[in-house]
């Protein structure tokens, strides 16, 4: 049996495969979530859907998610479900079935709720996962991990110019496929995820006893940092959603021409993901959080009054800033919080994310009430809420409270 001081070195230990596998299925896991927003073009028409009603799609897949992360991230920090993974991507499956089976709005929305419900599911234990794999490289980690899903979200543009402008809805059937991957390489992660839990179960009463530690300081960063993650994915709604439409009627571009600049956007931001990472654990958390919504934020001002020539660059600016926080934050959350890894997630990469959902639908209206110039107006002033940085607490203040306890 391994004492105290061995299981501590254990976990100090980066287990780089472990953490492709579960970065390979974040991005399968979100593959299947970009199939709802890459068939927007082509439903729009073929079922004569207005922007409020696309708006209405988007904010389903995500506030089902948002709602259940939380839910399923405080079951997973109480008793963690190694073999849930699998069955978050069988849920996924369904959705792409029903997706590609769908004839009308409402089947639509049903089909996404089984996407949102998978995803809901996996993202709390895929982050437990990458923690218990990281050991001591807890930026990197979370970077590789969130490089996974950003990279499947970075899809959606492509799924749209390749797949379904050829072979039109029916096309997602093909994804099922790929949920069927991804549940074998899940499976594979859930047998190592469940022998680490044994093992790690001698110190599991010590560290769960100090994690639970919070005071006001603590509650208010909290909330605070869901706040701007809820900007940030307003303005990400904005984009992913809305773009295409936006270049299409603005510039007269076709579907697939226009789909190209939302993945500029999507691709600078899943390099910028994996930058954020390292950069955060050199020159600290909330530097990387004040620099990447403030530093974009000229950049997203200028957006909506350029020429089709700068749209291009600009957008990949926006994208790398915007995005370098997105893993910073899952792990400045987790060190507001230790111990409490499925919270965290529910309440970061799923509450927040599927709150800024919300902008989806009022953004949609919006383009239907006036047109989609309001909507990228109101996107560009998003960045700015990035001020509010100043008054989270610094990483050398979160170490203090905890040691301090």
Request: glycine share 8%.
């Amino acid at each position: 049996m391994q004492t105290a001081e061995q299981l501590q070195k254990q976990q100090q230990l980066t287990v780089y495969k472990i953490l492709f596998a579960i970065s390979a299925g974040h991005f399968i896991n979100d593959c299947m979530q970009s199939v709802v927003p890459a068939l927007f073009p082509i439903i729009q028409k073929s079922m004569d859907l207005n922007y409020t009603q696309v708006g209405w799609i988007a904010f389903t897949l995500n506030i089902t998610s948002s709602i259940m992360q939380p839910f399923f991230g405080v079951l997973a920090d109480k008793r963690p479900a190694p073999y849930l993974l699998p069955i978050a991507m069988f849920s996924s499956l369904l959705g792409m079935l029903g997706l590609a089976l769908s004839t009308n709005f409402y089947f639509v929305l049903l089909s996404v709720l089984f996407i949102g419900f998978g995803s809901a599911i996996f993202h709390p234990e895929g982050s437990r996962v990458s923690y218990m794999a990281a050991g001591t490289k807890r930026g990197l980690a979370q970077s590789i991990y969130q490089v996974g899903g950003n990279a499947g979200q970075s899809m959606a543009p492509l799924f749209t110019a390749f797949i379904f402008f050829y072979t039109g809805q029916f096309g997602t059937i093909w994804f099922t496929f790929l949920a069927a991957a991804g549940m074998f390489v899940l499976f594979s992660v859930s047998t190592w995820y469940k022998s680490e839990l044994k093992i790690r179960e001698p110190i599991k009463k010590k560290q769960t006893k100090k994690s639970l530690y919070i005071n006001k300081e603590i509650i208010i960063a909290i909330n605070l940092l869901i706040f701007l993650v809820f900007a940030r994915s307003w303005y990400g709604a904005g984009i992913n959603n809305f773009f295409h439409f936006y270049m299409i009627n603005k510039f007269d571009l076709s579907i697939r021409s226009a789909q190209i600049y939302v993945f500029l956007f999507m691709l600078a931001g899943v390099v910028g993901t994996f930058f954020g990472g390292p950069l955060a654990d050199r020159f600290g958390k909330r530097k990387i959080l004040l620099f990447s919504m403030l530093g974009s934020a000229p950049f997203t001002l200028l957006l909506p009054h350029l020429p089709i020539d700068l749209v291009g660059p600009v957008l990949i600016i926006i994208g790398f800033i915007l995005q370098s926080s997105f893993s910073v934050t899952v792990v400045y959350a987790q060190e507001l919080l230790p111990g409490m890894i499925g919270l965290v997630s529910g309440l970061i990469v799923g509450l927040a994310f599927g709150m800024g959902a919300l902008g989806a639908v009022i953004l949609g209206v919006l383009g239907d009430k006036y047109d989609l110039q309001t909507i990228m107006l109101l996107c560009s002033v998003l960045p700015l809420m990035g001020i509010l940085s100043l008054l989270l607490p610094s990483d050398k203040r979160v170490k203090e409270i905890h040691d301090n306890h």
